[in-house]
């Protein structure tokens, strides 16, 4: 009787995601900010040395193309625990779609900035192609980068609706907010305080 009684509070602790899954989504955040930084390094650096803004391009290519792996393996890892619905998903996928979010606002400011000037440029009448090409690409570009974090949120979302924590709708409308620039970062905040509260 007493063992049972002594167990009973160690059933009742909260689960929690192993450690092991945070390394996905803050590799992906700092393998992109870091290639974000080598990308402005190399735009600044000497042109006259040809060998050191060569060794910078480099290392940015190799940082992009290790920030594409650990997008693939967090889409992996999110239809694997998707599959899996533990009771500790909820909790895990929105404090990483919020990690994911706010550890890429500087790499999507740097971006929106780069943006803006393209559009500038698209406007005039020479350059325009110059501008709308680029402009297109990246905005491309830029939304397949934000899908990783995006799949968080909606993970996210579909947990807290199979809980009961929200409806339907909420969570179709939190699905839709995912996909849409600036929109998915405030809807991972609400995210993250609606699964915060308890009925």
Known sequence: MEEASGAQPTAARPSRAPALLWVIPIAFVLVLDAA???????LLADPSDSGQEGAVL????????????????????????????????A???????????????????GGGILMVLLMFIALHPVLAVVGWLPL???GVV?????????????????ALCRS?????????????LQLVFVADVVDAVVLFARGRWRP
């Open 164 to 176: 009961g924590r929200i409806g339907g709708l909420e969570c179709a409308a939190h699905v839709m």
């Open 142 to 158: 830029g939304w397949l980068i934000m899908l990783p974090g995006s799949l968080w949120g909606v993970a996210a979302a579909i």
């Open 58 to 89: 480099v290392a940015t290519m190799l940082l992009v193309l290790v920030a594409f792996l650990l997008s693939l393996a967090n889409l992996i890892q999110f239809v694997a625990l998707s599959a899996l619905d533990r009771p500790w998903l």
């Open 136 to 138: 297109l690409t990246f």
């Open 91 to 109: 909790d895990y996928a929105r404090k990483a779609a919020l990690a994911v979010k706010l550890g890429l606002a500087p790499f999507f400011l």
């Open 36 to 42: 974000s930084a080598l990308f402005v390094a190399s």
